[in-house]
T-cell receptor, first 110, second 111 residues
Framework: KAGVTQTPRYLIKTRGQQVTLSCSPI?????VSWYQQTPGQGLQFLFE???????NKGNFPGRFSGRQFSNSRSEMNVSTLELGDSALYLC?????????FGPGTRLTVT | KNEVEQSPQNLTAQEGEFITINCSYS?????LHWLQQHPGGGIVSLFM???GKKKHGRLIATINIQEKHSSLHITASHPRDSAVYIC?????????????FGTGTRLTIIP
């Protein structure tokens, strides 16, 4: 089976812009979770989707949102980008408690 | 306050040494994950434990539910084991967080 894929892999945006990141889970996985990794805060949970419904949400402002489509692909959106949003964004798909991570999207906000 | 603590933060060892990385957590969990992250960022899930012990090649992970503690061991360490190792806990005690992560252990194996 193909692994978790994320697009794009690298992205540079300007403060105030918005960005959409995409995650395609492993075939058959219905759960997709998103995480942010920064040097200062480490890895932090953003949200989890299961069968198109947000199941859990971490402690992030409303500028961070996401959705999941009927084919389990997921997108996350960050509006009004801030410099502090520069990070590696990882998604993971899972079955049960197992988690399989994608390669990440490295977002730089200038 | 991070509810998942890892030690040590950094570890440098000679090739062949036995490595132990520790993870402790503050509340009951449903699962404890050990992850490996190489430079460039990709994360590989090494183990998912809810009890006992798991082994994969030279890697062994153990968990003691009563003591809220898990360890990752690497036998006969090799320079290719150099990476950041992260533990992550999952369970109702962590509220809405799918996974709560430790701060990571940066392991360097010197040839």
């Amino acid at each position: 089976k193909a692994g978790v894929t994320q697009t794009p892999r690298y992205l540079i945006k300007t403060r105030g812009q918005q960005v959409t990141l995409s995650c395609s889970p492993i075939s058959g996985h219905r759960s997709v979770s998103w995480y942010q990794q920064t040097p200062g805060q480490g890895l932090q949970f953003l949200f989890e989707y299961f069968s198109e419904t947000q199941r859990n949400k971490g402690n992030f402002p409303g500028r961070f949102s996401g959705r999941q489509f009927s084919n389990s692909r997921s997108e996350m959106n960050v509006s009004t980008l801030e410099l502090g949003d520069s990070a590696l964004y990882l998604c993971a798909s899972g079955q049960g408690l197992e988690q399989y991570f994608g390669p990440g999207t490295r977002l730089t906000v200038t | 306050k991070n509810e998942v603590e890892q030690s040590p933060q950094n570890l440098t060892a000679q090739e062949g040494e036995f490595i132990t990385i520790n993870c402790s957590y503050s509340v009951g969990i449903s699962a404890l994950h050990w992850l490996q992250q190489h430079p460039g960022g990709g994360i590989v899930s090494l183990f998912m434990l809810s009890s006992g012990k798991k082994k994969h090649g030279r890697l062994i992970a153990t968990i003691n539910i009563q003591e809220k503690h898990s360890s990752l061991h690497i036998t006969a360490s090799h320079p290719r084991d150099s990476a950041v190792y992260i533990c992550a806990a999952e369970g109702p005690g962590f509220g809405n967080e799918k996974l709560t992560f430790g701060t990571g252990t940066r392991l360097t194996i010197i040839p």
